[in-house]
């Protein structure tokens, strides 16, 4: 697999997925972040219509990221994100999917791994939510990596 880009912003790059290094939020404080394309949100019931995904902003850069994954499986946008992930410094809390889901067992084990890493790096939190908590199991990511958090929409 390419090793990840880094753009002009300072963040990291793979077709269809990129890594923030660092958002300035008023209620969080400053975190890092995932975004994923689409194609991954399999169980998220407003999968193909219109959500907080595509609009605004958020849904310039997700249509982007969306565009580039087209011929992409889901593990493959797992292996990107992780290793999109695994260029962060870790020194600030890092929150995945801001768009995009893991919405196997595989993909899961995949980006917790990532996490794991990064939360190792300098003690700090990471965790994301997930549509897919109905089909994939606690042990490929929620229960052995406590950042993967149950989502339950
Ligand atoms: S998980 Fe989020 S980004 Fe994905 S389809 Fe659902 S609302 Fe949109």
């Known amino acids: 697999m390419k090793k990840p880009t880094r753009n002009t912003g300072g963040n990291w790059t793979l077709p269809g997925v990129v890594v923030v290094r660092k958002v300035k939020n008023a209620k969080t404080g400053p975190m890092a972040c995932s975004w994923v394309a689409r194609s ?27 565009e580039q994954a087209k011929r992409s499986s889901a593990i493959t946008l797992a292996r990107r994100e992780a290793a999109c992930i695994d260029m ?19 993909t899961a084990r995949i980006v917790s791994a990532a996490m794991e890493r990064y939360m190792a790096k300098h003690d700090q939190p990471a965790y994301l939510y997930t549509h897919s908590w109905r089909t994939v199991a606690r042990v490929s ?9 149950r989502n339950g929409a």
Do not use: K, M, W
């Open 88 to 106: 962060l410094p870790g020194t600030i809390p890092f929150r995945g999917h801001i768009v995009g889901d893991c919405p196997t067992d595989e």
């Open 40 to 66: 991954t949100c399999r169980q998220c019931p407003f999968t193909g219509s219109p959500c907080y995904g595509s609009s605004g902003n958020c849904g310039l850069h997700a249509r982007r990221l969306d």
């Open 141 to 149: 990511g929620q229960y052995q990596c406590p950042c993967f958090v």
